[in-house]
């Protein structure tokens, strides 16, 4: 008798040319997931996967990690055996112990010499003789799949993250502050299957500042979802320099200007397809449609923004449910909160690009890009990071 977790995905995305691609990366996502967890092996079944498991695997804590697997809608631990009525009643019993539960039995198979009926009618002679405990109502199922030789039983349901699995859309640079928004736009991004590539500008000496700590461990929790991910550290300074002549008021709206161009060329550098930030809509000065506009004016990446019609109470509980929230409060100095008493809050194309481009920030953006820290995080629990 094999001990097992069987792992359902949503089907919407099954359908078409693109569903091996999906389930492939599935796979290979759980496989990531599970680095480092003891287990036998994967295999898809159809619109599923079974994971063997063995003596010494350690449920809760595969449990917990298949629980952040983008794709996976719900997985239940279970056994197989073979297809025969002593083997499945035995197994069954040893599964649900003295739980009171509803039967729900299946034959995808004719050839079988019993009939699913005949099956539930041997549970209930079972239950007949108290050696079971059975319930119609129950809200705990016992699902036993009769599949050839060979039957799968479940008992119990937790629920996945749903989603399509990370990298199925492509990559994106994820512009990651240290406050509460951009980690949820971050989870958002990686739920509809970007694959993230973060990029941060800090406001310390160097990319080495022991601060930059609480940045490192905010992605290490998102790469729950990624398995791992890169990160681009770079400093605020060079910028700032260049910004001394340009009128306070659109010194913010110029930062913001200058972060997509660089997410632009970190976007380029490694392959991804668009940029994610973590900006909703008024939140801030910063964040008014005209603002908006004028910085991402003639920005060759397309820029998505996945908490844009979210109030900040809603981030806020969203990010407390995946568990940045305590991460993100942190004490912290960012660099995005520099002058944004006096900001514009209309800034024009023209006005910015004029700004933009007499401060030279061309130059300013390569002498950043220079000093960049790209550093490569796994998930908590896995093994440490390395420093290229
Ligand atoms: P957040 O809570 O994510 O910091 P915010 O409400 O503070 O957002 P802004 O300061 O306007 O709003 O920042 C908007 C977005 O710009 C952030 O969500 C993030 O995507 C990006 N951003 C801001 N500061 C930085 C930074 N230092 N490095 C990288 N990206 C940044
Ligand atoms: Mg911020």
């Not at 009171?100 to 010499?113: F, L, M, N, Q, T």
């Not at 640079?173 to 971050?186: K, Q, T």
């Amino acid at each position: 008798m094999d001990r097992l977790i069987i792992i359902h995905f949503g089907e919407i995305w099954l359908k078409g040319k693109n569903r091996k691609r999906f389930v492939d990366r599935l796979e290979r996502n759980i496989k990531t997931a599970l680095s480092g967890e003891s287990y036998e092996r994967v295999a898809n079944e159809r619109d599923r996967f079974v994971l063997h498991l063995r003596a010494d695997s350690d449920m809760g804590r595969i449990s917990g990690r298949l629980g952040k697997v983008f794709g996976i809608s719900w997985f239940g631990s279970g056994v197989v055996v073979d297809t025969e009525p002593k083997a499945i009643i035995g197994a069954a019993k040893a599964l649900v112990g003295k739980s009171e539960v509803r039967v729900e039995a299946h034959r995808a198979d004719k050839g079988i010499s019993f009939t699913s009926r005949e099956l539930v009618g041997m549970f209930l002679d079972e239950a007949r003789s108290g050696r079971m405990r059975l319930d119609r109502d129950s809200e705990k199922v016992l699902k036993v799949s009769m599949k050839g030789e060979r039957t799968f039983m479940t008992f119990g349901r937790e629920e996945g993250p749903n989603g399509l699995p990370v990298g199925s859309s492509g990559r994106a640079v994820v512009l990651l502050s240290g406050g509460i928004d951009s980690p949820v736009a971050s989870y958002y991004a990686m739920k509809r299957g970007l694959e993230p590539v973060y990029l941060h500008v800090h406001g310390f000496e160097s990319g080495d500042a022991p601060e930059l700590e609480k940045i490192r461990e905010t992605v290490a929790h998102l790469c729950a979802h990624s398995g791992r991910a890169r990160m681009y550290v770079v400093p605020y300074h060079v910028f700032q320099g260049r910004a001394l002549g340009v009128p306070k008021s659109y010194e913010l709206v110029l930062f913001k200007r200058f972060l997509y161009r660089l997410a632009e060329r970190v976007a380029k550098r490694e392959g991804a397809d668009c940029i994610v930030t973590g900006e909703s809509l008024g939140q801030v000065a910063s964040q008014t449609v005209q603002n908006l506009d004028a910085t991402a004016h003639g920005i060759g990446a397309f820029i998505m923004r996945p908490l844009v019609g979210m109030d900040k109470q809603e981030i806020v509980d969203k990010a407390k449910e995946i568990g940045t929230f305590k991460l993100s409060i942190r004490k912290y100095r960012d660099v995005c909160s520099i002058g944004s008493h006096e900001a514009e809050t209309r800034a024009k194309r023209e006005r910015l690009k004029g700004f933009y481009n007499k401060s030279g920030m061309t130059k300013a953006l390569s002498e950043t890009m220079k000093r960049a820290k790209v550093i490569e995080i796994a998930a908590m629990g896995h093994q440490s990071e390395s420093v290229k």
